[in-house]
């Protein structure tokens, strides 16, 4: 089951190229310089020669086909279909409750990277299985750093990035932590992101897109933070504050009406109260992003290293551990071993909370919305709140 240790490791580009490529700006808007419009049809011409140039048009414009966007995982293509509305075929290539870690290539899965004009991917080592599959896929478009590729994670500060690159700490994750998608601000940096790819292979429809993702922001701003406190200090003001980590100090120091920012919050920080500064076990790193939004950080893992099963030493130790911190929760992916999970959750009298970690890993799980909902709902019941506070 496990990838090849050394397979499908790329050169990590540096922050900066990575930005030069994909991130945006904070505003919408803002019009990269070098965009080719492809949907420009040329004018006609007669025979062979009108054929050659239909030949070299990329697939959607031949026939006025939708764009077809691909991405690895469920919750990037649940945020594309956000940024496209109906103006895109939008498939993923991992299922919602997949090890994203883990898949296996399909010979299908080349074929869907193909006939893609866009591709998304997070651009770290979370997807191993990715540089073949692009490989096998011979499609120049959405190569890296061709103008049809999105790396997911431009502009996004990494959490757990190593001093050194290596394997010696666990078989993933060596560029830093690639579970980005975690922490709904950075939700909205990936949208910006995918605007971005849309942009240069479909300028015609930029300003929709852009204004797509901008709702998007906005609604999931509102859905974090209430829409009290958004109405208060204002969207654009809330997400900057959060992408740079002074949202808790600002809300503290400010006051309205002789009562700090803070008790303002609504959404699904406020939601969050009951597991706030409080610590949890979990599985594997995936909730790196999560716990930093939310202030729940994990304490132990039940893997010891990334991507490593944990003996039974080390099972010993996170109980006791668990014990005697009385830890209510035991957060968990629902592609690792459930009964695992269980046990130990059985044995230190914590909660097994076990969600998917992507969109469509379960049942009712459509949207990136009812993905985080259903993370917030689950863990503020296993620290014993009663739901209140959410809008
Ligand atoms: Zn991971």
Redo the contacts with the bound molecule.
């Keep these: 089951m496990r990838w090849p240790g050394e397979m499908g490791v790329r050169k990590l580009r540096s922050d900066e190229e990575m930005n030069n490529q994909d991130a945006r700006p904070i505003r919408f808007g803002h019009r990269s310089g070098c965009v080719r419009s492809w949907r420009r049809r040329p004018p006609p011409l007669p025979g062979l020669a009108a054929a050659l140039v239909l030949l070299l048009l990329p697939p959607h414009a031949r026939a006025q086909e939708k764009l077809r966007v691909v991405t690895t995982l469920t919750t990037y293509a649940a945020i594309a279909k956000e940024v496209t509305g109906d103006l895109a075929e939008v498939e993923a290539i991992a299922r919602g409750d997949e090890d994203p870690?883990f898949v296996t290539p399909r010979p299908s899965f080349a074929a869907m990277i193909r006939r893609a004009d866009l591709f998304v991917a997070s651009g770290l080592d979370?997807e191993l299985w990715v540089p073949t599959l692009l490989d096998r896929a011979g499609n120049a478009n959405v190569r890296e750093n061709a103008p049809g590729y999105v790396a997911a994670h431009a502009g996004i500060e990494l959490r757990d990035v190593p001093a050194v690159v290596t394997r010696a700490e666990g078989d993933?994750?060596i560029y830093g932590n690639?579970?980005i998608h975690t922490d709904p601000i950075n939700a909205i940096i990936i949208a910006r992101n995918i605007v971005a790819g849309l942009r240069r292979v479909d300028e015609e429809n930029g300003a929709t897109y852009e204004a797509n993702a901008a709702r998007f922001a906005d609604r999931l701003l509102r859905r974090l933070f209430g829409d009290e406190l958004v109405a208060m200090v204002g969207g654009d003001n809330l997400f900057e504050l959060a992408r740079t980590e002074r949202l808790w100090s600002f809300l503290e120091q400010n006051r309205f009406r002789d009562r700090p920012l803070s008790e303002y919050l609504g959404g699904w920080i406020a939601r969050g109260a009951s597991f706030r500064n409080r610590e949890m076990a979990c599985y594997?790193?995936?909730w790196e992003y999560f716990s930093a939004r939310f202030r729940v950080p994990c304490g132990m893992y039940v893997e010891p290293k990334?991507g490593i099963p944990p003996s039974p030493g080390h099972v010993r130790e996170l109980v006791s551990w668990m014990r005697e911190s009385e830890i209510p929760a035991l957060f968990a992916a629902n592609y690792f071993s459930r009964n695992q999970i269980e046990q130990v959750a059985e044995r230190t009298g914590a909660r097994a909370v076990i969600v998917p970690e992507h969109v469509d890993g379960a049942p009712g799980v459509d949207s990136y919305f009812a993905l985080i909902d259903l993370w917030v709902t689950s863990l503020a019941a296993a620290y014993g709140d009663a739901g209140t506070g959410a809008n």
Excluded: D
Aim: charge should be positive; charged fraction near 10%.
């Design positions: 870690h979370l993933v994750h690639p579970h594997h790193k995936n990334v």
